[in-house]
């Protein structure tokens, strides 16, 4: 199994454009989600999804839209990126089967906007 | 804001000592992790704890839950210098469409040889 795994590992946007950060995994877990990790900070969850065709908010939901189109595949993009989404952007996906609750971490992408 | 606060936000210890870190959350909650995250890696899951559990161990983890108080505890017992790591609670609660899954801002150990 490759996990989770995360494209590109690293992007330097300029203010405005737009681009898609793309996730998947091979766990066939249900559950996913996005964080973001600002320097020194803890993570904060963007959006997530417990199942194809099924998203949702989490704490900053703004400026990126999600999809979830196949169990496999969880992209976020930033709609018109600007600086204050420099971070580094985590996905995630959840095992909940069998009375476990484990969340399984891509390597993450690190976002510069300039 | 986040579910989840540490404290402290940074802990300094020799090796073979332990090391405590606690977690206060806002909500009911259905569950209570642990995470574990090198510098710059992502986050690697070290425990779990139920709302309906008090304490849990795996290896030198014991951790603690007080659901009357909103807290958790995470004790790292005789701890390594390859215990230094950034270590996050996250509290799984009910969102909208299912449960979610927050984190804290974490506590920054060090763990000196």
């Known amino acids: 199994n490759a996990g989770v795994t995360q494209t590109p590992k690293f992007q330097v946007l300029k203010t405005g454009q737009s681009m898609t950060l793309q996730c998947a995994q091979d766990?066939?877990?249900?559950?996913m989600s996005w964080y973001r990790q600002d320097p020194g900070m803890g993570l904060r969850l963007i959006h997530y999804?417990?199942?194809?065709?099924?998203?949702d908010q989490g704490e900053v939901p703004n400026g990126y839209n999600v999809s979830r189109s196949t169990t496999e595949d969880f992209p976020l993009r930033l709609l018109s990126a600007a600086p204050s989404q420099t971070s580094v952007y985590f996905c995630?996906?959840?095992?909940?089967?069998?009375?476990?609750?484990?969340?399984?971490f891509g390597p993450g992408t690190r976002l510069t906007v300039l | 804001s986040q579910q989840g606060e540490e404290d402290p936000q940074a802990l300094s210890i020799q090796e073979g000592e332990n090391a405590t870190m606690n977690c206060s959350y806002k909500?009911?909650?259905?569950?209570l992790q642990w995470y574990r995250q090198n510098s710059g890696r992502g986050l690697v899951h070290l425990i779990l704890?139920?709302?309906?559990?008090r304490e849990k161990h795996s290896g030198r983890l014991r951790v603690t839950l007080d659901t009357s108080k909103k807290s958790s505890s995470l004790l790292i017992t005789a701890s390594r210098a390859a215990d230094t790591a950034s270590y996050f609670c996250?509290?799984?609660?009910?969102?909208?469409?299912?449960?979610?899954?927050?984190f804290g801002e974490g506590t920054q150990l060090t763990v000196n040889p």
């Open positions: 995630a996906s959840r095992n909940r089967a069998g009375g476990t609750d484990t969340q399984y």
């Open positions: 999804s417990v199942g194809a065709g099924i998203t």
């Open positions: 909500t009911s909650i259905n569950n």
């Open positions: 996250a509290t799984d609660a009910q969102g909208t469409s299912g449960s979610r899954l927050t």
């Open positions: 704890i139920r709302s309906n559990e």
């Open positions: 766990m066939n877990h249900e559950y």
